[in-house]
């Protein structure tokens, strides 16, 4: 459920995944206006729905409506995977930030949160996720850079741990010695103009992920990759994050595939 939803590469994925496991049903994109969102999430049960994922802008209204949110959305302050338990009642958590963590994961498997500083660049639901998951693995420094400074703070007081806050003019500084950066932010997203990053202190070394899959490569990873850094684009935290989704849903772990991945590529390619 989105509004707008249209654009929505989900529905590739999970039918590509109902097709894998020989599994009779269909993801199909919903489009809901903001207010009704709360009709639509107390339809899915007599419509025969397992559960459903939420994409801007309801992943914070959906707090208020489904019958229990789990900590780790409590935690991130938003719900991306609702589940239709058997009582028909509706359970919200968030599995975004298992999806960046996992593709990281598959994609490096040498990669270690607690290799290094971490500079995490954004401070909205996205970097949120990033920033659970990195405290989850281990993370013994993030640096968190926000143009808004306060929402960046937000997270540090929340979060609390291994969090500590620069100013946005000190973004730049962020990445010297830092084992991994992240765009966490919406600059370099197609529409968008490029994160202004430097990344002449970024070490050879580290590796550079970004959130957005649209583009596949962002100004930041191509420029990363130019300088003989290491990328992860943020296409594997989305098919990541539907593999719990699919635990809960249906009792079935699916495989995020080479064949999958590259399904998706192509549909991003041409868009
Ligand atoms: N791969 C995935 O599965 C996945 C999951 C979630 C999100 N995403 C992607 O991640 C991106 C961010 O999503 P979100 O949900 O976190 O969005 P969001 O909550 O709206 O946060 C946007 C972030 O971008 C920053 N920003 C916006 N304009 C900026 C500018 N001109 N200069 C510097 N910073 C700027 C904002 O800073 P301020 O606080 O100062 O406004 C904020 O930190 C989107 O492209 C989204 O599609 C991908």
């Keep these: 459920m989105g509004w707008p939803v249209m654009h929505s590469r989900s529905p590739l994925m999970h039918n590509y995944w ?3 496991e020989g599994l009779a049903g269909a993801y199909v994109p919903l489009a809901i206006e903001p207010e009704n969102l709360a009709a639509a999430l107390h339809a899915l049960r007599p419509l025969g ?3 459903c994922n939420l994409t801007i802008p309801h992943k914070l209204d959906a707090m208020t409506i489904v019958d229990e949110v789990d900590e780790v959305a409590e935690r991130i302050g938003a719900i991306s995977c609702v589940v239709v338990r058997r009582d028909g009642t509706l359970f919200g958590t968030n599995n975004d930030w298992f999806g960046f963590i996992h593709n990281l994961r598959q994609e490096q498997p040498e990669w270690r949160a607690d290799a290094g500083p971490v500079a995490v660049m954004g401070a909205g639901g996205g970097s949120r996720a990033v920033c659970y998951g990195l405290m ?3 993370a013994e420094e993030i640096r968190l850079v926000n143009r808004t400074h306060s929402r960046a703070v937000a997270i540090a007081e929340e ?5 500590s806050v620069l100013p946005w003019e000190a973004r730049h500084d962020a990445l010297d010695d830092a084992a991994l950066a992240v765009n966490a932010t919406s600059q370099g997203m197609v529409g968008e103009p490029a994160l202004d990053l430097r990344l002449d202190q970024l070490p050879p ?9 649209t583009p596949l490569e962002t100004p930041f990873l191509a420029a990363a990759r130019e300088r003989g850094n290491r990328t992860v684009n943020g296409l594997g ?10 635990k809960m849903w249906f009792g079935i772990e699916p495989v995020v595939t080479a064949e999958l991945r590259d399904r998706m590529e192509r549909s991003i390619a041409g868009q």
């Design 205 to 213: 070394s580290a590796l550079a992920a970004d959130i957005i899959y």
């Design 237 to 246: 935290m989305l098919l990541h994050q539907g593999l719990p989704a699919w």
């Design 18 to 20: 109902f097709e894998q």
């Design 136 to 138: 989850q693995e281990g």
């Design 159 to 163: 979060f609390g741990g291994p969090i």
């Design 49 to 51: 729905f397992a559960g």
